[in-house]
């Protein structure tokens, strides 16, 4: 593991919420970041697929570790927004961000969110979020 990922693994086990879901950081390098889950039942809405606030979870996490990561430093999501493409089905969901642009306080990032099933990764949800470096 080298230090960026080992930052980012730092924090992100620092995260209850992470836990709770069972959320796991597969990835973490200067401005790039997958995040992903396994999809039980406890986290699906009553038609059976991923719950939004789910998907919305991975994109927002996604979008701040890309993003902190680009910017050097620990970061917070200051906006996103997310379009649900279908719904989510299938055994793991997985979220992979990218930072578009840095500047020195703030990172724009995009993030796609797969749902894998039967082997298939199907695109479920694409956002984009403004991440903003926390300072002291």
């Given at each position: 593991m080298d230090k960026t990922h080992a930052f980012a693994a730092g924090i992100?086990?620092?995260?209850?919420?992470?836990h709770?879901?069972?959320?796991?950081?597969?990835a973490a390098s200067k401005g790039q970041t997958e995040i992903a889950v396994d999809l039980r039942d406890e986290l699906r809405q009553q038609h059976g697929f991923a719950h939004g606030g789910l998907i919305s979870y991975l994109a927002d996490n996604a979008i701040t570790f890309a993003g902190g990561l680009g910017l050097g430093g620990?970061?917070?999501?200051s906006e996103f927004k997310i379009n649900y493409v279908r719904p989510a089905r299938g055994a793991r969901l997985i979220a992979r961000a990218t930072?578009?642009?840095v500047g020195r306080r703030q990172a724009v990032c995009t993030c796609e969110i797969y749902a894998i099933e039967d082997g298939a990764e199907r695109l479920c949800a694409l956002a984009q979020g403004t991440v903003v470096a926390v300072s002291g």
């Open positions: 992100f086990a620092a995260q209850p919420f992470t709770l879901i069972g959320a796991e950081l597969v620990d970061a917070l999501t930072t578009r642009s």
